[in-house]
């Protein structure tokens, strides 16, 4: 199998006006396709959702792209907190206001009578970790109010044959840019 290898293809008419690259040098995406939970509360501590991806920059200048989706449910009337994390560090935060949890994005809910209901959470975020390092996004979360949350299944999740009910995944993707 034949392969060109290059470190960079510029446009007959060069780049755009303060445009530096953007070529796609890596991808790498994790799928959770099983079910998590939590109730643990902003104020006692963030927890993991099991959903994370590691890459590993080519260079200092490299942006990392982090695209996700993730499916929540809750039984009950609550709001589900998400933080983005890179290794153990919080990026992409609201804001702090006051005693405000500042969280990546969050999801309320008022279930109590439609426990079949579901949301996605996903976005995008261009980071620039500035190493050749070995990076770790993932995503924890928290679960405030008097309810579970869930990821890839619904706050009732019957068995009965209902197709209000469903499982679903959830993704994460880490894409290399060129800087």
């Not at 293809?9 to 799928?31: D, E, F, K, N, S």
Request: glycine content about 10%.
């Amino acid at each position: 199998m034949s392969q060109i290898k290059v470190n960079s293809i510029v446009p007959v008419g060069g780049l755009p006006g303060g445009a530096t690259g953007g070529g796609i040098i890596q991808m790498v995406q994790a799928v959770k396709t099983d079910t998590a939970s939590t109730n643990s509360p902003a104020e006692t501590a963030f927890v993991d959702t099991g959903l994370s991806v590691s890459i590993t920059p080519q260079s200092t200048s490299s942006k990392i792209l982090v695209l996700w989706n993730i499916f929540i449910g809750s039984s009950g009337d609550n709001v589900t907190g998400l933080k983005l994390q890179r290794g153990t560090t919080d990026i992409l935060l609201g804001d702090a206001s006051s005693t405000r949890v500042r969280v990546t994005q969050a999801q309320g809910s008022k279930y109590d009578n439609d426990l079949w209901q579901s949301d996605i959470q996903s976005g995008q975020y261009i980071d620039s970790p500035s190493t050749t390092s070995a990076t770790t996004y993932k995503f924890v979360w928290c679960s405030n109010g008097t309810a579970t949350s869930y990821i890839n299944r619904s706050g009732r999740d019957h068995t009965n044959n209902n197709d209000e009910d469903v499982r679903a995944t959830s993704s994460i993707t880490a894409m290399d840019v060129s800087g």
